[in-house]
């Protein structure tokens, strides 16, 4: 083998390693990843019992009722479609009716609820987050600048 030949085959090498280890990144990361929903994606499309998935929107007025031992369900909502989700925990201090929110879990189909295991609340009066806010501009919702309460401009 020639000293060009000995250099290639160690590029080559080198590459096939980069693509392998590529390769294997990204499929740890296919498996960790958690994908962002509205209520009307959530409930048009079919989703694999387990599959984790973030579900936002605004809790809808009325819709929240305390049960026993820290059980919570209430309704997320984009205007378009509502979910009810069941969650079972301590909630973040600005959760309320009317405000964006972000919650974290499973859909189970036959009872038609969302069970979350994490609920995100907006941090004050000016934040929403950016994936809720995408979802309800794409509804006609809402649009930056927006007073409606719950709703407002972003701030990062």
Do not use: C
């Amino acid at each position: 083998m020639t000293r060009k030949q000995k250099r290639l085959s160690i590029i080559a090498a080198g590459a096939v390693f980069l693509a392998a280890s590529a390769a294997l990144v990204t499929s740890a990361l296919r498996e960790q990843i958690v994908f962002f929903n509205s209520p009307t994606d959530v409930l048009a499309q079919p989703l694999a019992p387990g599959t984790r998935v973030r579900l936002g929107g605004l809790v809808e007025e009325g819709t929240v009722q305390r049960g026993e031992n820290s059980s919570v369900t209430f309704q997320v909502t984009d205007t378009n479609a509502s979910v009810k989700v069941r969650y079972v925990g301590i909630l973040p201090d600005l959760f309320r009716e009317g405000q964006g929110v972000v919650t974290e879990g499973t859909f189970s189909p036959e009872e038609g609820t969302f069970l979350a295991d994490t609920v995100l609340a907006k941090h004050d009066e000016n934040y929403m987050p950016k994936e809720v806010a995408d979802a309800l501009k794409a509804q006609g919702v809402w649009q930056e600048g927006d007073p409606t309460p719950g709703v407002g401009t972003q701030t990062q």
